[in-house]
């Protein structure tokens, strides 16, 4: 069995721009998270995070309480851990799911105007959860677009 924990944290603004620390996020966890036998979904949208995370308990919680400490985080709100046979997302160490109508769709018939993860229900979360095993993982870069024509064009949010 394996621990499945969920949280969700706004964005603390800093000078890095949020392509920058969305690509830091994702290497770091990449890299750790392959080393360590942990699976799990990041979804950024409207200054909010969510992040569904599994694997051995104890990886889990050290690996939780590091993200507690990370400045780029703020206002934290873990929902109810699960244990899980198998990981929901073993094809990937961090998958990245990028802003999509089916979520922003799913939001507004729970009532909500926007992506808004620390309004979930319990229920609200399993039913999110499903929608983010089904999407497809954002494969675009997430570096800066460079070059004269691309400056100021941001395609991912």
């Known amino acids: 069995m394996m621990l499945q924990l969920c949280y969700a944290s706004e964005r603390i603004e800093s000078e890095q721009e949020l392509l920058q620390d969305l690509s830091d996020i994702l290497a770091t966890a990449r890299k750790f998270n392959l ?20 694997g051995q308990a ?16 703020h206002n ?35 009532g909500l105007k926007q992506f808004d993860p620390h309004a979930l229900q319990q229920s609200g979360i399993a ?16 570096a800066s677009p460079k070059g004269y024509k691309q400056r100021g064009y941001v395609p991912y949010f």
């Open 127 to 142: 039913e999110f959860l499903k929608v983010l095993y089904r999407l497809e993982e954002n494969q675009a870069s997430l």
């Open 35 to 54: 080393q360590h036998q942990i699976h799990g979904v990041l979804y950024y949208s409207h200054g909010k995070f969510f992040q569904c995370l599994e």
């Open 76 to 110: 934290i709100l873990r929902f109810a851990d699960a244990m899980v046979e198998h990981s929901h997302f073993s094809e990937w160490s961090m998958k990245y799911v990028h802003k999509h109508s089916e979520i922003s769709s799913l939001f507004s018939r729970l």
């Open 58 to 73: 104890e990886v889990v919680e050290s690996l939780f309480q590091s993200i507690c400490r990370d400045p780029r985080h």
